[in-house]
């Protein structure tokens, strides 16, 4: 798969620095929020010498949208399939993850569920969860009664 290819199927955009890339970090904008109300943000992880893997937008909404599971599925599939690229095969194969809002919550899941050995960083900014609860409390644990122990 070519690098363009890789733009089209996961709808990303690749920002490269200057110099030789030491590593690659993927950013993850909130909920319908555009990525290039991050630029700020990216540039400056780029200055840093990170190849940005930033997609284009979270939609979880049915019908045109994705579930939070299969966002997460997609960021270690486009890191995978990007290292594959041969003039990329040299970068190390553990990479960063930053997300904003919905983008936070799938940068954990991202660690914590999908790509466990191959996330070395994780920023959450203001991560939400919820529809559906993946990461606060287990699925199949009652919620906690508020009112025990008050009195």
């Known amino acids: 798969m070519s690098e363009a290819?890789?733009?089209?199927?996961?709808?990303v955009e690749i920002f490269k620095p200057e110099g030789d890339a030491t590593g690659i970090?993927?950013?993850l904008p909130g909920t319908l929020l555009k990525l290039?109300?991050?630029?700020?943000?990216?540039?400056t992880l780029v200055e840093q010498n990170q190849i940005v893997i930033g997609f284009k937008n979270m939609n979880p909404f049915p019908i045109v949208g994705r579930s939070h599971q299969r966002m997460a599925e997609d960021v270690?599939?486009?890191?995978?399939?990007?290292?594959?690229?041969e003039e990329y095969s040299g970068l190390p194969a553990k990479y960063n993850v930053v997300g904003h809002s919905l983008g936070g919550k799938v940068a954990l899941m991202?660690?914590?569920?999908y790509d466990i050995e191959k996330v070395k960083n994780v920023i959450a900014l203001d991560p939400v969860d919820?529809?559906?609860?993946?990461?606060?409390?287990?699925k199949n644990k009652p919620k906690t009664d508020r009112k025990s122990g008050l009195d």
């Open 5 to 11: 290819a890789i733009i089209r199927k996961f709808k």
């Open 76 to 85: 270690a599939s486009v890191v995978e399939e990007f290292l594959a690229l």
């Open 110 to 113: 991202v660690a914590a569920k």
């Open 130 to 138: 919820d529809k559906p609860r993946e990461l606060t409390y287990p």
């Open 36 to 43: 290039e109300e991050y630029s700020s943000t990216y540039d």
């Open 25 to 27: 970090t993927v950013f």
